[in-house]
């Protein structure tokens, strides 16, 4: 299996790793996994880790996943999206068309820096404003 579903009790989140090459179907399971895990459990933060996926989606896929991560996912959740710098910019276009449609998804190259987000430790960064020190 190409993805990990860890749901953190501790933190109220659920966290997501892709890793592999994963198709834009693989990628909606494991999704509609971690909305079914938030909905049981009344959660809405998640922080999912693509650094190690080697697929990329095409720039009209982008469009499929963002409704896919959009729908049903909680009123006022969160969502970190972990990646590596050169996936930045097409992660950077998902984050503005999920955006665009009222749901709260921020970027970032570092897991550290996400988890503290998406757990409300620290206001946490963009990649360009991470590497800009």
Known sequence: ??????????????????????????????????????????????????????TTPKTEELFDLAKTIWLGFPQCGRMALVVRW???????????????????????VREETAEAWILGKSPGKHPVEEFAK
């Open 86 to 108: 050169e996936q930045s910019k097409i992660a950077k276009l998902l984050e503005t068309l999920v955006r665009s449609v009222g749901m709260y998804l921020t970027i970032f």
């Open 1 to 54: 299996m190409p993805y990990f579903i860890n749901p953190a009790q501790e933190d109220n989140c659920v966290f997501l790793t892709c890793e592999g090459d994963m198709t834009l179907a693989e990628i909606t399971t494991a999704w509609r996994e971690v909305q079914g895990v938030l909905a049981k459990k009344g959660w809405k933060r998640v922080l999912m880790d693509v650094t190690a996926l080697r």
